[in-house]
């Protein structure tokens, strides 16, 4: 969540670091903070509680500035939101650090470096990286060698930069599991969470291999632990500014947004994962207390995030064995409810304003809800304040009305939660792992969906003339069958319908005939037997039948379409079939001459009942 910028020039640098912090607003934070190093002079340090704007105060009217600098924006994790826990973190005043990520071993490391006589001031655990480095500095004589020894000792998922009193004419950054890239210069070099912090002062990155650490002076760029090419084998030149309103060579915003889906959730799992298993304080702090004590769960949400919470439902049942609920917003705020001992509220919004939503986290209050926790998009919003936890997605603006890439980040933040609550519920340390790997595998799955656009084109034209469609599901993929029938009638205006497949001969099979198109999500699993069946009944009807499915067993034949959607994991499945359902009603859509971005009646977010 947290943000990174470092410098190491032959200018003042104070203004390029608060830029840099400003253009990281969008992550979320909670706290900001700069520390600057010059040649003679002790390591400087300002940090504020708020706003980046409160910080820029604050560093005007103390007049500090230096060459050499790092800066950082705060989503609590360990500690709460105070001066005092905000970065840069410390080791008197020789050592500054900033930090992005968990070390899950800073409690370990924290009790040895108190026998070695250090004091700390924070709850966080990166003043443990800040006594460490200084420690291992003294070791080594070197700054690079002695930070690179302190990392290693590290266990989580982290980016780190660091400065030191003692070496004033460089700053050393590290990652593992969270992003950082080098930016070049002349006569300067910088480090920084993403290239849009630093995209005023250059276009020219090198991209940080996973485990890899760098050092930067103003004129050169040291390398260690990753591929060590030659620097210049590593840059990559941006042509143009990251604008979030430019479509880019989309059409629309929406396939711009469909496309951004592998990064988008590979975003939002960076920094949360380590190599086996699910960082837990991603969540907020005391979250490992609220997870401990959660004996049930109740979702609320509206619209498409009311689907994502039915698709959890089915995970968090299945792997952590709690009850959960899941409702519509507008409907739990309207009546009374029953709340067992020990349930976690959870809201879900990407905008985190929808009135409905926020009305019922608001009336949760009031009842005996042993804490809630938001999952949200925009990091400064209200759900986000007024809940006691809260996970961001990291999807970033979604312009079109109709959500895609928030809706797969939701489910990833989802899979999070649901891993997390299944620690706490017998979950074995062996299905963790596999769970993690699979959840890792989750983006490069999404890129070989997008494989089947033009595939889905073709196919798009059978619907331009039908009033009417059917998507059918089973288990997880009910819900996804649920958000395939919203996603076409939101933008195309087709009437269509998502079931429950075993729902058919209930009432639905009544409307099949052969100007009926029938679109069933069919991977393969435990439940693909009785889902061919249902899809028989359906054949014999005359219905016209398209079958997404990565499951052998189905063939094309007069009446049947099958689309093969590439294997994935059982687990991440719901995600992956989503892309299809996306551009299908993307593609029906523009052959329908529709406003595929402002469709007609609808808002991105619903602040009103």
């Known amino acids: 969540m947290c943000g990174i910028v470092g410098a190491a020039a032959r200018r003042q640098v104070g203004r390029i670091l608060l830029e840099g912090l400003q253009r990281l607003e969008y992550r979320g934070y909670d706290s900001a903070g700069m520390a ?175 485990g890899e650490l760098v050092e930067i002076t103003p004129d050169e760029v040291r390398l260690k632990g990753g591929r060590e090419n030659d620097v210049s084998e590593r840059t990559v030149t941006l042509e143009t500014q990251l604008d979030v309103s430019n479509k880019g060579n989309y059409r629309h915003f929406m396939m711009k947004e469909i496309h951004e889906q592998p990064q988008t959730v590979a975003a939002t799992l960076q920094g949360r994962l380590s190599a086996t298993h699910v960082l837990e304080h991603a969540f907020g702090v005391g979250a490992a207390d609220v997870f401990e004590r959660t004996r049930a769960v109740q979702i609320v949400a509206c619209g498409s995030s009311y689907y994502t919470s039915m698709v959890a439902k089915y995970w968090i049942e299945k792997y952590a064995g709690l009850p959960v609920d899941v409702e519509i917003a507008s409907e739990f705020r309207y009546r009374k409810v029953a709340v067992p001992e020990g349930t976690l509220f959870v809201s879900i919004s990407q905008s985190g304003e929808t009135a409905d939503t926020l ?90 969906a997008l494989a089947l656009d033009s595939t889905i084109e073709r196919l798009s034209e059978r619907f331009v003339d039908k009033q009417h469609a059917l998507f059918l599901g089973r288990g997880d993929h009910y819900p996804i069958a649920l958000e395939g029938a919203l996603k076409l009638k939101e933008i195309s205006y087709i009437h269509a319908e998502g079931y429950a497949s075993g729902e058919l001969k209930h009432g639905p099979l009544a409307l099949v005939d052969e100007q009926m198109p029938v679109v069933a999500v069919a991977p393969h699993g435990v439940l693909l037997e009785k889902l061919k069946s249902n899809l028989q009944e359906v054949r014999a009807r005359g219905g016209q039948l398209i079958v997404f499915t990565s499951a052998t067993g189905f063939k094309d034949e007069p009446g049947t379409t099958v689309i093969e959607v590439p294997a994935c994991d059982e687990l991440i499945s719901p995600l992956v079939y989503t892309i299809p359902m996306q551009l299908l009603a993307y593609y029906v859509a523009v052959l329908k001459g529709t406003d595929v971005d402002q469709p007609r009646n609808l808002a991105k977010s619903v602040t009103v009942e």
Request: with cysteine.
């Open 36 to 210: 600057f190093a010059d040649s003679g002079q002790p390591a400087t340090r300002i940090r504020r509680v708020g706003k980046v704007a409160e910080l820029g105060g604050a560093f005007a009217e103390a007049a500090l500035d230096g060459t050499y600098g790092i800066a950082h924006t705060r989503w609590a994790t360990h500690g709460k939101p105070t001066e005092n826990n905000a970065h840069p973190q410390s080791s008197g005043d020789v050592v500054n650090i900033v930090h992005n990520g968990i070390i899950e071993n800073h409690e370990v490391l924290r009790e040895r470096l108190r026998e070695g006589g250090y004091v700390f001031s924070s709850e966080t655990d990166t003043e443990v990286i800040a006594h460490l480095v200084h420690q291992e500095v003294l070791a080594k004589d070197e700054l690079f060698a002695g930070f690179a020894a302190a990392i290693a000792q590290l266990e989580g998922a982290y980016a780190v930069a660091c400065i030191h009193a003692d070496y004033p004419d460089r700053v050393v950054a590290a990652r593992k599991g969270s992003p950082l890239v080098v930016g070049l210069g002349i006569g300067e070099n910088f480090v920084a969470s993403d290239t849009h912090a630093i995209r005023p002062v250059t276009d020219r990155f090198i991209y940080l291999d996973e």
């Open 359 to 448: 009305a019922a986290l608001r009336d949760a209050k009031h009842e005996n809800y042993l804490a809630s926790l938001c999952l949200c998009n925009v990091p400064g919003s209200s759900l986000v304040r007024e809940s006691d936890l809260s996970l961001m997605i990291q999807a970033g603006p979604e312009i079109c009305v109709a959500s895609t890439k928030a809706f797969t980040t939701q489910l990833a933040d989802l899979l999070l939660l649901t891993i997390v609550l299944g620690r706490y519920n017998g979950l074995s340390d062996k299905d963790e792992a596999r769970m993690v790997a699979s959840l890792k595998s989750a983006p490069d799955k999404i890129e070989a």
